[in-house]
């Protein structure tokens, strides 16, 4: 006979919710742990990203943690139960998988970041386009401290800070403060943490306000031209632009523009 589940247990791992403007906010659900990485959030991520990127009335993604922190990063206990490489293999392949969806949907992913921001948990702050945190907020990749150097939270932190900033971080496990993280370019704004929802909001708000198109079609170029070549990024950049421009967006804006007057813009 199964045991009964506790009311922490029914709860969805992941809680959802809309403002109709389109901003929606992807909360993490498990306080008790702070909100670790489990192989089932994982998977609840991956299905709302795969979900979300193709609903066009969805204009912003926000992903927030409940509880004291944002996310600790993985889960060591479900990690430390299962020692076998080809279950560790599939684990950082679902959770590399999420980070790259998260970077090809069309809309812009904030993080709401409060607490702690561990190891994966920092990987996701960094993976996504933007991160509003309240003071008070940590940043560690410090998995170096279990004898576990944090090499997939490596890619992404290494592509937001610098070089040596990043690898003194994931050599040593010492953490940052916000300031610290939003000198070195981890994150966009630091605000009190009364007022992070409201910062929140003011960003996805000046985000909803443009085009869809445009946001959308501008997200793809940035991730893709920053993995190229000068050249083959400017002939990237070029082309795209050339699209944007050529679409109806565009061209009622620079009408506008030209007009003095507000642009119309039907998406």
């Not at 709860?11 to 403007?21: F, G, K, Q, V």
């Not at 991730?223 to 190229?228: I, S, T």
Request: charged letters at 20%.
């Amino acid at each position: 006979m199964n045991a009964p589940q506790s009311p922490a247990q029914l709860e969805p791992l992941l809680l959802e919710s809309r403002t109709p403007a389109g901003m929606v906010t992807l909360t993490l659900n498990r306080p008790a742990q702070f909100n670790s990485l489990s192989e089932e959030m994982l998977a609840a991520l991956q299905s709302a990203f795969d979900r979300l990127g193709a609903d066009a009335a969805a204009r912003v993604i926000v992903i927030a943690g409940a509880g004291k922190a944002f996310c600790a990063g993985h889960d060591l206990k479900q990690m430390k139960a299962n020692p076998r490489q080809a279950y560790y293999e599939k684990l950082f392949a679902d959770c590399a998988k999420l980070m790259l969806t998260i970077q090809r949907v069309p809309q812009p992913v904030i993080a709401r970041v409060h607490g702690v921001a561990t190891a994966a948990g920092c990987q996701l702050v960094a993976t996504c386009d933007l991160a509003v945190v309240a003071e008070g907020a940590k940043f560690g990749v410090n998995g170096i401290d279990v004898g576990l150097f944090c090499s997939s939270p490596s890619v992404a932190l290494a592509r937001n800070v610098g070089r040596k900033q990043a690898f003194e971080m994931l050599v040593t496990g010492e953490f940052i403060d916000a300031a610290t993280a939003r000198q070195r370019g981890l994150v966009n704004r630091v605000v009190p943490a009364d007022q992070l929802d409201a910062e929140v909001e003011r960003l996805a708000q000046a985000i909803i306000a443009k085009p869809r198109l445009a946001i959308g079609m501008g997200k793809g170029l940035f991730y893709r031209q920053l993995e190229m070549g000068v050249e083959a990024a400017y002939q990237l950049a070029g082309h795209t632009m050339a699209c944007n421009m050529i679409d109806d967006v565009a061209q009622e804006g620079v009408a506008a523009f030209m007009e003095k007057r507000k642009p119309n813009w039907a998406a």
